[in-house]
């Protein structure tokens, strides 16, 4: 047994981050359960600060309540004490930043507002060895900061993406070991970020947040001898401008190495506020991994491009070896067109890096923007181009990964990797729609609808606590209503279903994944004032009108194809969310102990579902509304009795097979519409729906080469090229929320209580996805699983699942009623199955098969999929062969038809109905393809 991590609110030794109250989660590994008690012992450097008495192991963390001190260590210690008496036990440390202590350095600036790098420096002199040193500081835009020419710390873009007006973020750095004895050059290079310059959609607007560079810094060091100094930003710095003359986060970044740097002149002391400063939130930005190229290309237009091989965000770096005066220039792209070099879909962003070369060998990357691409087109090298100069950093905000699943099918897998790429691109500070355009924004709605699978993929929680507090800001400013995108960059619009509710549901889901409430205590009067803002707003009582809203955005159902909000009335998907979000607001102020609210927005919620069945809803249980994502929406929130979900669920099947089977579904629906079909007993259909390659479907892109998850269903078309619609990113993660299904429903991880001290695993199995295995690194730790599903006789299917320590599953398998399940090869007599921690192999053979057969409604574009069946096909009556010559038919309409509904439609195939009821008997018995391989 060991302890293998422990988290300080859910961050792994966290320095100078926003701390109130502590949590302190660890993690347990052993081979089984035993019993164990647990304690908790904080130190600061006086000792102890705060500590338990041993107490029973009822679950795997500490609330630790005790006042901190600003710029303190504090040492954490996390005992297991064993019945024998014996101790296991684990240390780390979390470290506050300044909190709210006043800053002593003052705001420095340059004069010359239009520098586009202004640098800050000074010298200092230190004359006795140092035992600690620590650096508080915060820049605006963006900034780096170097001590003896090396940079402190390793991320990108501090003090990260917020509305700088209402909070700037100050980073905390250790630079004990940056600081000598001696002489030491201190500085600080500076940008315009998010911060200074055009971003967001407001046309012709400069300089949102400020016009003009600024820097705030305190070096403070402690001495061996007990003495402590502070070094700060005031009038003795020194200023200048740098060698990016112009950086920009659309516009990328141009480098001038020829300049040499001069002028120092003192700086400018500017009189601002310290009223923003807040210890930071962000995680870091960090280069989280390298990605080499794959191949260099010589374009049919003479261009040289270099492909990465994976669409990403990031920079970009490559080694110089050019003459002093080469101009360089480098522009980034997602796809090419006919083999060219293409970009139009990035807008106007410029994104690009032009560097003028010093003649020094060496490493150069741009430093104060950030890009997506897959490609990047280099001109002006004057040498044959090394794939080893150069590399593509991707950086995003520092998150664990936390889940992962595969198949044997590659195309799954490959979708399942472009999601979690798709998450890796976007989640950059604020949870981003796209890496690439002149967008790049903190979209609500995009982050509602993924955010249970981006739980399931990374541990987010500490990014969503710094989201919530973007979207937090912006209802201070506009009454409780929430904003479309989070910072709103002066964006005065807001509001809309989904893309608000972001402040309900984000810290519901989080809650739900983890088991910790503090995100739903912390922003829930955010919470009530959105559902307020709702109310107050409404043209009509208990329903949602009357607002603008997205709609079921990008459906492909709308009648008018101009609108992307699809067919689904705006007004009914609204309510559905006016519903819930007070519903998630009654559940909270229960948890807290809220009468009053509790009951006041119970009642809302149950009044907004009642006018919502009065209004869409017939009294036997029929939607007035038939959509794809009406049908969802009205079974994931459970807007009729459960006695009618039949009906809704029949209606819903109805309403796929008339659309082909095939999703109509956009941001809203495509969430909850395979689980939907899984929960209520079609996961044949949803695995179907799942497994479509052609338009509209997931590995329709996969098809096509995406390495990324599109914005639209058809990003791009059958023949390669880009869909001409000007809204459109190859690096798109919202319909990657399919991904949730797989883990609940593939994977079978589902119902998690307490942050998984209890949860349910229940895979649905399908003979198309007969080998499956995958994790969720849970808030206990590691839920393993994998299974297979044999295509012998007895169709036996084994399981190997691994529950971490302190977690209880529930083992739900499907159609084991009446059978033999065999544990670790005792056979189970139990009628439930409840497994603590351990690894567990399970076999079974299931009441009834999973084996497939061909059917008289197989389409004949399948069948044909089958040499073998179709050569028994044509021993019975060869009418396979209109379609033998016409491949276009068997493509087309037609080959989606049942060979029974071809011959009743099409005279000159004449199938007599004794050959029909041969062929249709050998369809029913023998088993599809897939089974057979």
């Known amino acids: ?260 740097i001069s002028n120092w002149e003192p700086v400018q002391i500017l009189d601002a506020s310290y009223e923003q400063l807040t210890d930071r939130l962000s995680l870091p930005l960090i280069e989280k991994e390298t990605l080499a190229v794959k191949e260099v290309i010589h374009s049919p237009k003479g261009e040289t491009i270099l492909d990465f091989g994976q669409n990403h965000a990031g920079i970009f770096a490559f080694y110089n070896r050019e003459p002093k005066g080469t101009k360089i220039t480098f522009q980034v792209s997602e796809i090419l067109q006919a083999g060219n070099f293409y970009r139009e879909n990035l807008r106007s962003a410029r994104a690009a890096f032009e560097y003028i070369s010093d003649g020094v060998e060496k490493w150069v990357a741009p430093r104060f923007t950030y890009y997506g691409y897959r ?49 890796k691109s976007n989640f950059f500070d604020v949870p981003t729609d796209c890496p690439q355009r002149d967008e790049r924004l903190g979209w609500t709605g995009d982050a509602n609808v993924f955010s249970t699978t981006a739980l399931f993929n990374m541990d987010a929680f500490a990014f969503y606590r710094k989201y919530l507090n973007d979207i937090t800001i912006e209802q201070k400013l506009n009454q409780g209503r929430a904003p479309m995108y989070a910072p709103s960059f002066g964006n005065p619009d807001g509001g809309g279903a989904i893309w608000g509710d972001a402040i309900t549901f984000i810290p519901w889901n989080t809650y739900l994944a983890t088991g910790d409430n503090s995100l739903l205590i912390e922003y829930y009067d955010s919470m009530k004032q959105w559902v307020d803002w709702i109310t107050n707003n409404t043209k009509t009582k208990n329903l949602w009108t009357g607002c603008f809203q997205f709609g079921d955005w990008l459906a492909l159902d709308g009648e008018n194809p101009a609108l992307p909000t699809g067919k689904t009335d705006e007004d009914f998907i609204a309510s559905i969310y006016y519903h819930y979000s007070a519903h998630i607001v009654a559940e909270t102020a229960n948890m807290l102990d809220l009468t009053t609210d509790a009951n006041n927005y119970a009642s809302l919620s149950d009044n907004i579902k009642t006018a919502i069945q009065n209004e869409y809803i017939s009294k036997n249980g029929r939607l007035t509304i038939d959509t794809q994502t009406a049908y969802a929406l009205a079974l994931q929130f459970e807007l009729l009795p459960k006695e009618q979900n039949t009906r809704v669920v029949n209606d819903m099947m109805t309403r796929l097979h008339k659309d082909d089977d095939h999703l109509k579904t956009g941001f809203v629906g495509t969430p909850y519409l395979n689980k939907m079909l899984s929960k209520f007993g079609q996961h044949k259909l949803a695995t179907k729906i799942f497994l479509h390659e052609d338009y509209p479907s997931w590995l329709y892109a996969v098809n096509l080469g995406a390495t990324t998850v599109w914005e639209r269903w058809n990003s791009v078309e059958p023949d390669g090229s880009m869909n001409p619609e000007g809204m459109n990113s190859l690096n798109h993660y919202s319909i990657g929320a399919i991904m949730d299904w797989a883990y609940q429903y593939v994977l079978g991880i589902r119902n998690p209580q307490n942050g998984y001290q209890t949860f349910d695993i229940a895979p649905e199995f399908d003979y198309r996805l007969n080998q499956v295995s995958g994790y969720f690194d849970s808030p206990y730790g590691k839920i393993n699983i994998a299974y297979q599903i044999e295509t012998n006789q007895d169709h036996l299917i084994k399981l190997s699942i691994d529950i971490p320590f302190g977690s209880t599953a529930n083992i739900k398998l499907p159609r084991s009623q009446g059978t033999d399940i065999y544990i670790n090869q005792q056979v189970n007599t139990a009628e439930r199955l409840l497994l603590d921690a351990g690894h567990y192999d399970i076999e079974y053979i299931p009441q009834e098969n999973y084996i497939e057969h061909y059917s008289r409604d197989t389409s004949v574009a399948e069948i044909f999929k089958d040499s073998e069946l179709v050569e028994q096909i044509d021993a019975i009556d060869p009418v396979l062969n209109f379609f033998k010559k016409d491949t276009e038919a068997l493509n087309g309409g037609l080959g989606k038809m049942s060979l029974t509904k071809v011959n009743s439609i099409l005279p000159f195939i004449n199938i007599s109905d004794d050959h029909l009821e041969q062929i249709n008997a050998l369809l029913e018995r023998t088993p599809i393809l897939a089974q057979r391989k």
């Open 1 to 260: 047994m060991k302890i293998s991590s422990i988290k300080i609110n859910h961050l792994f030794e966290p320095i100078g981050f926003d701390l109130d109250t502590i949590r302190v989660d660890f993690k347990i590994e052993a081979d089984q359960f035993i019993d164990v008690q647990k304690q908790l012992i904080i130190k600061d450097a006086n000792g102890i600060v705060y500590q338990t008495e041993p107490m029973p192991f009822d679950n795997n963390y500490f609330i630790a309540d005790f006042t901190l001190t600003p710029r303190t260590r504090y040492s954490v210690n996390v005992n297991l004490l064993l019945t024998d008496g014996s101790r296991i036990h684990k240390e780390t440390f979390f470290e506050t930043g300044k909190m709210d202590e006043p800053f002593s350095a003052q705001w420095i600036a340059n004069e010359n507002k239009a520098i586009q790098n202004t640098l800050f420096k000074k010298e200092i002199t230190i004359e006795k060895p140092i035992l600690a040193a620590r650096l508080y500081m915060t820049a605006l835009g963006v900034y780096e900061t170097y001590i003896n020419e090396q940079k402190v710390g390793n991320e990108y873009l501090a003090p990260g993406q917020t509305a700088y007006d209402q909070w700037i973020q100050v980073q905390t750095y250790d630079i004990t070991n940056h600081l000598t004895q001696g002489r030491n050059e201190l500085l600080i290079s500076t940008a315009d970020g998010w911060y200074k310059g055009a971003y967001g959609f407001i046309e012709g607007q400069d300089c949102i947040y400020g016009d003009q560079h600024r820097a705030l810094a305190e070096y403070h060091i402690q001495y061996e001898d007990g003495s402590t100094e502070i070094i700060k930003t005031d009038d003795s710095w020194l200023t200048t401008s740098g060698k990016v003359t112009k950086s920009a986060i659309y516009y990328g970044e141009d480098f001038d190495d020829t300049i040499v």
């Open 375 to 423: 490609y990047i087109k280099v001109e002006g090298l004057t040498q044959k181009v090394n794939p080893d100069d150069f590399r593509a950093t991707v950086i995003y905000s520092d998150m664990e990964n936390t889940g992962r699943i595969q198949t044997q099918n590659k195309k799954v897998n490959r979708l399942f990797n472009n999601v979690i790429w798709g998450q």
